[in-house]
T-cell receptor, first 115, second 112 residues
Framework: DSGVTQTPKHLITATGQRVTLRCSPR?????VYWYQQSLDQGLQFLIH???????AKGNILERFSAQQFPDLHSELNLSSLELGDSALYFC??????????????FGPGTRLLVL | EDQVTQSPEALRLQEGESSSLNCSYT??????LFWYRQDPGKGPEFLFT???AGEEKEKERLKATLTKKESFLHITAPKPEDSATYLC?????????????FGKGTKLSVIP
């Protein structure tokens, strides 16, 4: 158990809908990272927040957005969902925000299925 | 285009049969090269970070090395519990502060 929690574990929704995925980092960690993992694309870095501020952005679609709240939990919002958004979404956390070089601890993931 | 390529895609080893996994990268301004282990349906588990060519790190039966173009994960005398997918990732200077790109992984199966 990494200490990172993600909810929900599974999510089934329809095309065009909007969903919110939630992540709570390990106690004491200030950074949260979001990733998408699909069979064809592999693991893709989406976005990194450090202490409430966006630190780096990867291959995140404009339909997706994220934020980190004062209590350090983070939410990833996915809107106008398409079939291709079906994937495992992972959250990770680290102690600081050193340009992506810190050891990251991954949560168990949220499996999203868009029908 | 910045890329991280892992080979082979899959590897079957007999218990005790040592081998190496390869991660080649073509990125500008490498800041760090990571290795992770991922079990089916679970999040990746951190193994190593390498920062500069010539660096080596070891942990139990695993040893990671880094050159200017690639990294190797050597597995010595593997056991069935080493079966997993091994991912490498490169952190490098990019748009904004940095970028992070993962390879597609090597699926390792160790047969008793």
């Amino acid at each position: 158990d990494s200490g990172v929690t993600q909810t929900p574990k599974h999510l089934i929704t329809a095309t065009g809908q909007r969903v919110t995925l939630r992540c709570s980092p390990r106690s004491g960690d200030l950074s949260v990272y979001w990733y998408q993992q699909s069979l064809d694309q592999g693991l893709q870095f989406l976005i990194h927040y450090y202490n409430g501020e966006e630190r780096a952005k990867g291959n995140i679609l404009e339909r997706f957005s994220a934020q980190q709240f004062p209590d350090l939990h983070s939410e990833l919002n996915l809107s106008s969902l398409e079939l291709g958004d079906s994937a495992l979404y992972f959250c990770a956390s680290s102690v600081g925000g050193l340009a992506g070089l810190e050891t990251q601890y991954f949560g168990p993931g949220t499996r999203l299925l868009v029908l | 285009e910045d890329q991280v390529t892992q080979s082979p895609e899959a590897l079957r080893l007999q218990e005790g049969e040592s081998s190496s996994l390869n991660c080649s990268y073509t990125v500008s301004g490498l800041r760090g090269l990571f290795w992770y282990r991922q079990d089916p349906g679970k999040g990746p588990e951190f193994l190593f970070t390498l920062y500069s060519a010539g660096e080596e790190k070891e942990k139990e039966r695993l040893k990671a090395t880094l050159t200017k173009k690639e990294s190797f994960l050597h597995i010595t005398a593997p056991k069935p519990e080493d079966s997993a997918t091994y991912l490498c990732a490169a952190a490098y200077s990019g748009a904004g502060s940095y970028q992070l790109t993962f390879g597609k992984g090597t699926k390792l199966s160790v047969i008793p």
